[in-house]
T-cell receptor, first 113, second 114 residues
Framework: SQKIEQNSEALNIQEGKTATLTCNYT??????LQWYRQDPGRGPVFLLL?????KEKRKERLKVTFDTTLKQSLFHITASQPADSATYLC????????????FGGGTRLMVKP | DTGVSQNPRHKITKRGQNVTFRCDPI?????LYWYRQTLGQGPEFLTY????????KSRLLSDRFSAERPKGSFSTLEIQRTEQGDSAMYLC????????????FGPGTRLTVL
């Protein structure tokens, strides 16, 4: 079955630096990949979607890359701020026309002032 | 607020009792999803509706779980004969159009089974 791996250890960085989070997957070739942000006690919030034929996508301080050969997506936050501290989840479309999302376990990001 | 809403936000119940949760999606969204999330894990897909039709159900979903979306608007998720392992956050999400669009999540219902 498909498996999605995100670093379960928290990522601690200093304010102003670039945060890079990794999402690796196996046993599947997704048509698209999404990144979400989740704050404690709240539902996930959509950030970016990247399709299999796109190598990179940007939105303000966010950048996502998608390497279908390596089966990996990287999520970058440039000029990080303490307000960026949250858990970041990657999600891949399911096996049936993308009607479901399969989420990774998420990586907690802590940005220190 | 026109986002996805869920009620109740918290539910504490005793093992063996039945519970029902409600989700009100964004009004024009035709797709509705239920997920379950435990601490330290990502959301796990449970079931999916397109309008009033339940089109997908996770193989992991016990037959104690049932979901409805009778008029293609709000949805309910019922868990019968709750077990301690059912304790989790139950998230509802909605989206519009194709399967490739972003999903909008509600705040979730946290269930604790004693």
């Amino acid at each position: 079955s498909q498996k999605i791996e995100q670093n379960s250890e928290a990522l601690n960085i200093q304010e102003g630096k670039t945060a890079t989070l990794t999402c690796n997957y196996t046993n599947y070739s997704p048509a698209y990949l999404q990144w979400y942000r989740q704050d404690p006690g709240r539902g996930p919030v959509f950030l970016l979607l990247i399709r299999e034929n796109e190598k990179e996508k940007r939105k303000e301080r966010l950048k996502v890359t998608f390497d279908t050969t390596l089966k990996q997506s990287l999520f970058h936050i440039t000029a990080s701020q303490p307000a960026d501290s949250a858990t970041y989840l990657c999600a891949l479309d399911g096996e049936n026309a993308g009607n479901m999302l399969t989420f990774g376990g998420g990586t907690r990001l802590m940005v220190k002032p | 607020d026109t986002g996805v809403s869920q009620n109740p936000r918290h539910k504490i119940t005793k093992r063996g009792q039945n519970v029902t949760f409600r989700c009100d999606p964004i009004s024009e969204h035709n797709r509705l999803y239920w997920y379950r999330q435990t601490l330290g894990q990502g959301p796990e897909f449970l079931t999916y509706f397109q309008n009033e039709a339940q089109l997908e159900k996770s193989r992991l979903l016990s037959d104690r779980f049932s979901a409805e979306r009778p008029k293609g608007s709000f949805s309910t998720l019922e868990i019968q004969r709750t077990e301690q392992g059912d304790s989790a956050m139950y998230l509802c999400a909605s989206s519009f159009g194709t399967a490739y669009n972003e999903q909008f999540f509600g705040p979730g219902t946290r269930l604790t089974v004693l």
